[in-house]
């Protein structure tokens, strides 16, 4: 498929995991993409297959204001519009609020939820002209609680509310505003997790599908919700988690 050509794509945390994919998917549907992350190097990696004029590289740090607005501009710059932005970058920091640090704590919301805003409202002006698409990347955890994950449960949950107000607000300047909400995905985030068969086993008594996810899975729902597809479809967390969600919580008998 070739669905994003002449379209101009910003993913955030585009240099490995969910992001890397998001942002590969994209270029291989013909997207032009700037590719936003805290370390060049991976960035250039992702870039390297592709023809320069096809992508930007730029290295920023989404929880500075700053360093947000200014990358919005030098997409603009290179590429003269914006379609889509993929709001993707993360940390996870493990703790309940008895045991989390204010800075523990701050990490995570600057990140997961400021970062999220930042670039949204950075964008906006530019997404208002294209008629674009804003997909967050949220998570289960932001549906639902986990143990000893206070900030990171707070944090994703605001982004999924935050995904309902946007939708809200923006659809009549024409910007779907989605989220996709996935659960465990074999990332650089989760790779401690991945080599924990006894976990594995754990997730997939839950799993209707056999998992762990694959951040290939995550990204073509991404792509699936920014392309004309889903022209009528906003205001949406949708679940990429096997179906887990769709279980009531009760062990398997």
Same mark, same amino acid.
């Given at each position: ?17 969910i992001?890397?994919?998001?942002a590969?998917?994209?270029l291989n ?5 700037a ?19 096809? *992508?930007? @590289?730029?290295? &920023?740090? $989404?929880?500075?204001?700053? %360093? #947000?607005?200014? =990358? ?5 710059? +290179?590429?003269?519009?914006?379609? *889509?932005l @993929?709001?993707n &970058?993360? $940390?996870?920091t493990q703790? %309940? #609020?008895g045991? =989390? ?5 701050? +990490? ?12 949204s ?53 024409g910007?779907?505003v ?21 976990l ?7 799993f ?12 073509a729902?991404i ?10 479809v906003t ?8 179906g ?10």
């Amino acid at each position: 498929m070739q669905r994003f050509v002449d379209k101009v794509v910003v993913v955030t945390g585009a240099g490995s995991g969910i992001g890397k994919a998001t942002a590969e998917r994209f270029l291989n549907e013909g997207a032009k993409v700037a590719l936003v992350g805290r370390t060049k190097s991976k960035l250039e990696d992702v870039a390297k297959p592709y023809p320069e004029s096809q *992508v930007l @590289v730029i290295e &920023a740090d $989404v929880s500075n204001e700053e %360093d #947000v607005n200014q =990358l919005v501009l030098a997409a603009l710059e +290179k590429f003269g519009r914006l379609d *889509v932005l @993929v709001n993707n &970058a993360g $940390v996870v920091t493990q703790g %309940d #609020v008895g045991s =989390l640090s204010t800075d523990d704590w701050r +990490k995570v919301m600057a990140t997961d939820l400021d970062g999220v805003f930042y670039a949204s409202r950075a964008a906006i002006p530019h997404l208002k002209t294209s008629k674009g698409s804003i997909i967050h990347v949220g998570s289960v955890s932001g549906t639902g609680g986990d143990w000893g994950m206070a900030a990171y449960n707070a944090a994703k949950g605001a982004v999924t509310n935050l995904t309902r107000a946007m939708a809200m607000d923006h659809g009549k300047d024409g910007i779907r505003v989605n989220a996709v909400c996935p659960s465990f995905t074999k990332t650089g985030m989760t790779e401690d997790m991945v080599d924990d068969r006894k976990l594995i086993d754990k997730f997939n008594e839950r799993f209707a599908l056999e998992g762990p996810g694959k951040p290939e899975d995550v990204a073509a729902v991404i792509a699936f919700l920014a392309s004309e597809d889903a022209r009528f479809v906003t205001g949406v967390n949708l679940p990429v988690d096997g179906g887990m969600s769709a279980s009531n919580g009760q062990p398997p008998q």
